[in-house]
């Protein structure tokens, strides 16, 4: 009897411990699934401005005065 309940209670192990491996597989795959969906989003403005992006991700709010040369002027006092 005793060979038995050990043969049952290592199959009931079995059974148990594949399916908490599935779970995490299954969970890990959506975690990563969402991470690559996610997109940061981008702030909408009042178009009363100009609107200057850093490459800090930093935005500045003002008038594009003048651009030449690649050099830019803008004024942000307002």
């Not at 597989?25 to 909408?44: D, G, H, V």
Request: charged letters at 25%.
């Amino acid at each position: 009897m005793g060979f038995f309940m050990n043969k049952l209670m290592a199959i009931v192990l079995a059974k148990v411990s594949f399916i908490i491996f599935s779970l995490i597989i299954s969970m890990s795959a959506y975690a990563k699934e969402e991470l690559s969906n996610w997109q940061k989003p981008t702030p909408i403005f009042k178009q009363d401005f100009d609107w200057l992006k850093l490459t800090s991700d930093e935005w500045l709010k003002g008038d594009i005065v003048s651009m030449y040369d690649e050099k830019l002027e803008f004024d942000s006092d307002t």
